[in-house]
């Protein structure tokens, strides 16, 4: 049962980062290295408590379905989507933004289980968990370089700049 944590300092206020954390149109901007395309549910816009979303991409060389939910949800402060069905025996990631004098302190927190016992162990010890760190980490660094300029106004489905505030 790998855990990854994460935390990325933001300079931006927690309600962007949020909504750019929970964003379709963002995710398949940071995730285009494995060609992930929303195929069912929410398909674009921002996603949202009850929802759910199928992805189709290419992770490992293997084409691939995932159907996540948002389980959690408590604007801006943190939420949680889950596994619904997919390549992991189960998964949760977790995601809390802390502001802070400076912005945001984004905590990502993958809980997850591989398929196939022993075998799936074996995946994750020798390449799987740090394959799944690397795409979290990308991924966040696509959030904070859209949340610490002015591209976050490119992503469909953000709200008004006023309703962001300013630290």
Same mark, same amino acid.
């Given at each position: 049962m790998p855990t990854i944590t994460l935390k990325t300092q933001?300079?931006?206020?927690?309600?962007?980062?949020?909504?750019?954390? /929970?964003s379709i149109d963002l995710h398949k901007i940071s995730t285009s290295k494995t060609k992930e395309e929303a195929i069912a549910g929410?398909?674009?816009?921002? &996603?949202?408590?009850?929802?759910?979303?199928?992805? /189709?991409?290419?992770h490992l060389g293997i084409r691939q379905k995932l159907t996540s939910k948002i389980t959690e949800y408590d604007f801006p402060h943190s939420f949680a989507d889950e596994m619904v069905k997919?390549?992991?025996k189960r998964f949760k990631h977790s995601h809390?933004?802390?502001?802070?004098?400076?912005?945001? &302190?984004v905590t990502d927190i993958f809980d997850y289980d591989s398929p196939f016992g022993?075998?799936?162990? &074996?995946?994750?010890?020798?390449?799987?968990? /740090?394959?799944?760190?690397?795409?979290?980490?990308?991924r966040n660094n696509v959030i904070k370089q859209f949340a610490e300029s002015e591209r976050w106004k490119e992503v469909p489905g953000m709200r008004e700049e006023e309703f962001y505030g300013c630290l």
């Open positions: 933001v300079k931006a206020h927690p309600k962007l980062v949020f909504d750019l954390s /929970r929410r398909t674009s816009g921002l &996603i949202e408590l009850d929802e759910t979303v199928t992805w /189709r991409a290419t997919g390549a992991f809390t933004f802390e502001e802070t004098h400076e912005g945001t &302190i022993l075998l799936g162990k &074996i995946v994750d010890a020798l390449f799987l968990e /740090r394959y799944m760190t690397r795409f979290l980490e990308e």
